[in-house]
């Protein structure tokens, strides 16, 4: 009998959880090292061949040669985050493949089911280093110089689990495959007021993560004067200001969400304050307006001041159009709506190479990225259903 992505989700439900309630499962860290062991015992239970990249990434084989479909997701999390984001689209397409073979069905075509590593960035600050570095769409010196807040490199970080950083890049596998599916907790509230408990992706809006250094005069708290200050936190928090207005105004994304100021200390004037801003948009137009209005402000605010301020694109997806003839045909073979996202996914990366597609289940509260994330156990099975027959259909 085969194991359903309930039973699953719950297998692993205390990997990496916090005392608030969420999860934080980091690239590389103890719990999505003990989620790829997981990973590993589930693949060998359906009797699936694994094989890992030189990334980092798992892929769980039923048959091997050309024109493969590879479906599944990823097992880190964002800090603090939901149970669901990531981890149920591999549950899903595990408990979709042990149906099928529970069932007596049999490929077509070779089958995998993938566990993208470092999918949310949480910890080296790029979003889908694993399906990036596989593509090529980074390079492997430039991800394996990335490095955590504590100082470790990725490449240091893989070394101390026994991997070669040499044999990152490209992967081999990808040549293999001709489409990708990938299941995902809805990230926003749209399938709920529409009465549907699955959906299937149009697009992804272009986004990006940028890196300000706000620099100024680190002095006494006490003994400086507030009109001789050059205080670099007044133009970051004039800039996290500027990002809510003008996002609002233009009706796209802009969240100041991490920060990291120097020396930190609760009786000193900052020296430096630095801040990562996330910003999407439904277009690149959009997007590159927004980031240039919110740097305007931040550079007004900042002379203002007698302070200064740089930014630094760290790393910027355009839009992504899944394909539109899978999308269509998905869409109609299981009479789901359409909707499009705000999210990145590895999805995203890999529909420059093939043809990729997404399916949503249902979310609720619409929270994402946070312990109140959810789906409910029946929609979680509608899914999983879903998905087992888009397997069936392309597979």
């Known amino acids: 009998m085969s194991v359903g992505a309930n039973e699953l989700l719950a297998s692993i439900g205390d990997v990496g959880r916090t005392p608030g309630g969420g999860y934080t499962r980091l690239a590389w860290d103890p719990a999505t090292m003990a989620l790829r062991e997981w990973f590993a015992g589930e693949a060998l239970a359906l009797g699936l061949d694994l094989v890992e990249d030189g990334n980092g990434n798992q892929l769980a084989w039923w048959g091997h040669g050309p024109d493969a479909l590879l479906v599944g997701s990823h097992l880190d999390s964002v800090p603090e985050g939901g149970p669901l984001d990531g981890p149920l689209g591999v549950a899903s397409a595990l408990a979709a493949v042990g149906a099928l073979k529970a069932s007596g069905w049999t490929p077509s075509r070779p089958l995998a089911v993938a566990n993208f590593t470092d999918e949310e960035g949480g910890r080296f600050g790029i979003a889908c280093l694993g399906s990036r570095l596989a593509t090529g769409a980074i390079a492997p010196g430039t991800a394996l110089g990335l490095r955590d ?10 070394q101390a689990q026994g991997r070669d950083p040499r044999a990152a890049g490209p992967a081999d596998w990808l040549t293999d495959v001709k489409y990708y599916v990938e299941l995902h907790v809805e990230q926003g509230r749209w399938l709920a007021p529409h009465g549907a408990a699955v959906g299937v992706a149009s697009a992804i809006w272009p986004h990006g993560r940028y890196r300000f250094e706000f620099c100024g005069q680190g002095n006494h708290a006490g003994a400086t004067a507030m009109a001789d200050r050059h205080d670099p936190m007044l133009a970051y928090a004039a800039t996290v200001l500027a990002a809510r207005e003008l996002a609002s105004a233009s009706g796209q994304r802009a969240t100041l969400g991490r920060l990291r100021v120097e020396p930190g200390s609760t009786n000193s004037i900052p020296s430096r304050v630095t801040a990562w801003l996330d910003a999407r948009a439904s277009d690149q137009g959009e997007l590159e307006a927004l980031v240039a209005g919110i740097t305007a402000r931040a550079e007004a605010a900042a002379a203002a001041d007698g302070t200064t301020v740089a930014l630094t694109p760290e790393s910027v997806t355009g839009a992504v159009e899944f394909d539109h003839a899978l999308r269509h045909r998905l869409a109609g073979l299981l009479d789901a709506p359409v909707l499009a996202t705000g999210a990145g996914h590895d999805a995203g990366i890999l529909a420059a190479q093939l ?10 509260t ?15 099975d509608e899914g999983v259903a879903a998905l087992t027959r888009v397997i069936g259909e392309l597979g």
């Open 366 to 380: 619409g929270v994402s990225h946070a312990p109140q994330e959810s789906a409910t156990p029946e929609d979680i």
């Open 149 to 158: 807040e504590d100082g470790t490199s990725l490449a240091e970080a893989m």
């Open 355 to 364: 043809p990729t597609a997404m399916l949503f289940v249902r979310n609720p």
